[in-house]
């Protein structure tokens, strides 16, 4: 089913970076916990990702990103989704982030 282009518009993507990193144990699926920094307009939000297979914790800190920022929180176990980090899944349920080329203030919109 094709969207509309005011559908489209309605999605919220921003580009924000990766300032904490935690384990997120209780996950079904092996997760980490990112707090992403959007910037002075969105502020600061929390995800869970499945992205262990190919990223580390360390890799991940100060890395930008791409995320929606404009879905319903979500509660995964006592830990509170509040956007969602974009990337492309591979045949094997690996995730690889979507990023900027370059490093972009935090907040810039994806259109």
């Known amino acids: 089913m094709d969207l509309t282009w005011n559908e489209f518009e309605r999605s919220d993507m921003r580009v924000g970076t990766i300032i904490e990193v935690n384990d997120f144990p209780e996950a079904r699926k092996p997760a980490f916990q990112l707090t992403i920094d959007f910037g002075s307009e969105i502020g600061i939000r929390k ?7 190919r990223y580390q914790k360390e890799d991940l800190l100060n890395r930008q990103i791409v995320a929606v920022v404009n879905f319903p929180k979500k509660q995964i176990g006592k830990f509170m989704s509040e956007c ?20 972009i203030p935090n907040g810039l919109r994806i259109g």
């Not at 995800?47 to 297979?53: D, F, G, V, Y």
């Not at 969602?84 to 490093?103: H, M």
């Open 47 to 53: 995800s869970s990702a499945q992205i262990t297979k």
């Open 84 to 103: 969602l980090v974009l990337g492309a899944v591979g045949e094997e349920g690996d995730v690889i982030l979507l990023a900027p080329d370059f490093r």
